[in-house]
């Protein structure tokens, strides 16, 4: 197979959402998983929406992730090259200029949808002679620019959904170009497609019927068309749209909650597929496993608590290293290794590390219930002589048990109670020796 050529091409006009994350991602792990190329379309031709803000936003998030492209470039700074595919397919008789006005198309919808018949463009501008035309234009009418389809059958074998087939005549006529010369992103599309030597387009589903009329355009403009993939759509958990819900929020936001790039990446990459969704801690790895036979055709299900699940799980397993510097930014107490490694396990963030900082150095309130006053007096008398260490938990949990007759939870919870203020949390024998001799004692009464 030769080396697949994709992009991305998201329109800077809003923040990035995991639905266009999930569509970055594909387009990255395909490209890469087989030595690839993945190029970055910034689709800004609506100028008035699209800002700059967006765009860098969009470009932190996606390095951020580690979605790093090969080449990235503007529609907006290549309006010329629309014109010039505007104007040849204007001499091919497949550019043709329109003036009516929204009411008046609006008003030949409801006709249509009244007769029965489907809201389709009936080409009246077609039949303009140039004397009329002109009339219209001397009156201060300017036209918009309708693509004409063939009316054949456009059909293609998609990648993800299998044998499409689409009756151009069911369709209307596409616009290409709005009344005040912008462009549409039909078009603009096709022409940077073929110049960027586009093999896949991979998008959302959304874009299949948009698929019909720019196969067209891309023959017409004398490429042949590349292979197409259309994913499906995300959706809640409970089939719902995602507002309100984790997947709602903008990349910056995640971020900001402390998800973890490849706790996301995981989580997208995987959902909807035939895979497992589990944690993996690198896109390489992620690439390997990419196939778009693994994608459904049913809607993707974003789960909230899937996705805090990956992130515990990568949480767990992270390494002091990894987490030092964000350890120290949260607290320097938390800086180091063997709390990290005892507190760990009991994070779903990184940052909930800054919770354990107060129950193991600062000043929990014990939790001692009056019929166990008598029982956390003995484990004070009990406490191992000298410092604190790894097994000062079992030795001293061996004694009580000796000489208190209690054993299991009755043994063991008025103790983590008594020290942490908590009913669960951290290995006792791990954070032990942390809290130290003296406020263990303290805390003991
Ligand atoms: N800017 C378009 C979008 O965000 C790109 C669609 C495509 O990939 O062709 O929907």
């Known amino acids: 197979m030769t080396r697949p050529v994709v992009r991305f091409a998201p329109s800077p006009t809003g923040r990035l959402h995991v639905g266009n994350v999930r569509t970055a991602l594909i387009n990255w792990l395909f490209s890469r998983g087989q030595q690839g190329k993945f190029i970055l379309r910034i689709d800004d031709t609506d100028i008035e929406r699209s800002t700059q803000e967006n765009e860098d936003a969009l470009k932190v998030d996606l390095t951020w992730l580690g979605l790093t492209w090969d080449e990235s470039f503007n529609q907006s700074h290549r309006f010329k090259v629309y014109d010039a595919a505007a104007d040849k397919l204007r001499a091919m008789g497949l550019l043709y200029p329109c003036y009516e006005t929204a009411e008046e198309l609006d008003v030949k919808r409801k006709i249509a949808q009244t007769r029965g018949r489907p809201p389709v463009y ?7 002679t140039a004397k009329e035309r002109a009339e219209l234009e001397a009156k201060g009418l300017k036209p918009h620019w309708r693509f004409k389809l063939s009316g054949e059958r456009v059909e293609w074998n998609d990648l993800v959904r299998g044998p499409q087939s689409i009756d151009t005549s069911s369709v209307s006529d596409p616009i290409l170009i709005r009344e005040d010369g912008s462009y549409l992103y039909t078009l603009p599309s096709v022409v940077d497609d073929i110049e960027a030597g586009i093999t896949h387009v991979v998008r959302g589903e959304d874009h299949v019927t948009n698929s019909g ?92 608590n899937d996705l805090n699940a990956l992130n515990a799980a990568l949480v767990h397993a992270m390494p002091f290293e990894a987490v030092r510097e964000r350890l120290t930014a949260l607290d320097a107490r938390a800086a180091s290794e063997p709390f990290w490694l005892a507190v760990r396990e009991n994070c779903t963030f990184v940052a909930d590390a800054a919770a354990w900082v107060e129950i193991v150095f600062g000043e929990p309130t014990p939790l001692v219930a009056d019929e166990d006053k008598e029982f956390i007096a003995a484990a004070a008398a009990h406490l191992p002589d000298g410092e604190l260490t790894g097994e000062s938990w079992s030795a001293w949990t061996n004694a009580l048990k000796a000489t208190t007759g209690r054993k299991g939870r009755g043994l063991f919870m008025p103790l983590r109670k008594a020290l942490t203020g908590l009913e669960h949390g951290p290995d006792m024998g791990a954070v032990l020796p942390l809290i130290g001799r003296e406020k263990v004692l303290q805390r003991l009464g």
């Open 122 to 128: 009936d080409r009246a501008a077609l039949k303009l």
């Open 213 to 304: 009329a720019q196969i067209e355009i891309f023959l017409a403009l004398g490429g042949k068309a590349p292979e197409m993939a259309h994913t499906p759509l995300l959706i809640g958990a409970d089939g719902a749209a995602l507002s309100k819900r984790i997947g709602s929020l903008s990349m910056g936001e995640l971020r900001a909650r402390g998800y973890e790039p490849m706790a996301i990446c995981s989580h997208l990459a995987k959902l909807g597929t035939s895979d497992n969704i589990e944690a993996r801690t690198s896109l390489e790895q992620l690439c390997e496993e990419f196939a778009f036979s693994k994608i459904g055709r049913a809607p993707a299900r974003f789960d909230d």
